[in-house]
Nanobody, 126 residues
């Protein structure tokens, strides 16, 4: 049974930093592209960042580029999202996801991901 469990969310002030973690189990972690998405109240879930299987390639949404950093530790079956200079617009539930497709290096489309975590709330007060 595949499980993705996010942690690290919380309530912070604008300008602060947070690091989210997502620990995977039940899958061969190093074989999966990993991604982070977020969903704000009343909005659709949107792409945030993705990382290739070995962690060498990353891609970000324009809204978080240069502020957020995605990374992974395959020995720990964990993907991270370091979030700096947080803004109120970053308030959302953050989800990690796993894509097993071998034909891609990174993934940005919601529909490409096979497994999802339950989400962790990030609230940024201004």
């Amino acid at each position: 049974q595949v499980q993705l469990v996010e942690s690290g969310g919380g309530l912070v002030q604008a300008g602060d930093s947070l690091r989210l973690s997502c620990e995977a189990s039940g899958l061969t972690f190093g074989s999966y592209i990993m991604g982070w998405f977020r969903q704000a109240p009343g909005k659709e879930r949107e792409f945030v960042a993705t990382v290739s299987r070995r962690g060498s390639i990353t891609y970000y949404a324009d809204s978080v580029k240069y502020r957020f950093t995605i990374s992974r530790d395959n020995a720990k079956n964990t993907v991270y999202l370091q979030m700096n200079s947080l803004k109120s617009d970053d308030t959302a539930v953050y989800y990690c996801a796993a894509d097993r497709a071998s034909s891609r290096t990174v993934s940005v489309r919601l529909a490409s991901f096979d497994y999802w975590g339950q989400g962790t709330q990030v609230t940024v007060s201004s």
